[in-house]
């Protein structure tokens, strides 16, 4: 099992430029996450998803938007990239209910600098 | 909404035990996780505590208080791999879903 995968690992764009962050989870969880990091600092929940066909704003969740594909896949997309969106991108799932709901997993990140 | 303080910085050295405490503000409270973070990793699961008192993982144990509001982390035989950010996390639950609410992380440099 592969866990979190996101895709691309780094990313450099323009002021204004748009791009979708993608993410695709194996382990059959309900529940997905975006948060941003940035440096020395802890993660900000952007959006997320309880279950699949249903999306929810987070802490910051101006400038994004989502699409949850399916139940593996989760997008982030910035329509037009800003430098206060410089930052690292972390895509999480966890199991929706029960004891297991707790532990959330996350993929290897996305760095982002926005120019 | 939710706030969580940890200290920014701890230094200890190998071989040792150090405490990280997190205290929280929440308006709904279901547990408190600890997380481990690598430079350049992604943050990786700790422990989960729901109810008062201590549990114990390994090397790791972590502590809950609800009535204080309060939780740390124990490291114990401290090694050089343990050199880390660790953040507290909130649990928040409502109606759509289980959401986490994180620390701003508490850097540990292990020295020899």
């Known amino acids: 099992n592969a866990g979190v995968t996101q895709t691309p690992k780094f990313q450099v764009l323009k002021t204004g430029q748009s791009m979708t962050l993608q993410c695709a989870q194996d382990m059959n969880h309900n529940s997905m996450y975006w948060y941003r990091q940035d440096p020395g600092m802890g993660l900000r929940l952007i959006y997320y998803?309880?279950?699949?066909?249903?999306?929810d704003k987070g802490e910051v969740p101006n400038g994004y938007n989502v699409s949850r594909l399916n139940k593996r896949e989760f997008s982030l997309r910035l329509e037009s990239a800003a430098p206060s969106q410089t930052s690292v991108y972390f895509c999480?799932?966890?199991?929706?209910?029960?004891?297991?709901?707790?532990?959330?997993?996350f993929g290897p990140g996305t760095r982002l600098t926005v120019t | 909404g939710q706030s969580l303080e940890q200290p920014s910085e701890v230094t200890a050295v190998e071989g040792a035990i150090v405490q990280i405490n997190c205290t929280y503000q929440t308006s709904g409270f279901y547990g408190l996780s600890w997380y481990q973070q690598h430079d350049g990793g992604a943050p990786t699961f700790l422990s989960y505590?729901?109810?008062?008192g201590l549990e114990e993982t390994g090397r790791f144990s972590s502590f809950l208080s609800r009535s204080d509001s309060y939780g740390y982390l124990l490291l114990q035989e401290l090694q050089m791999k343990d050199s880390a950010s660790y953040f507290c996390?909130?649990?928040?639950?409502?109606?759509?879903?289980?959401?986490?609410?994180f620390g701003g992380g508490t850097r540990l440099m292990v020295k020899p």
């Open positions: 505590n729901a109810l008062d």
């Open positions: 999480a799932s966890s199991e929706a209910v029960g004891l297991a709901s707790y532990e959330q997993y």
């Open positions: 996390a909130v649990r928040d639950h409502n109606n759509a879903g289980n959401m986490l609410t």
């Open positions: 998803s309880a279950s699949e066909g249903t999306t």
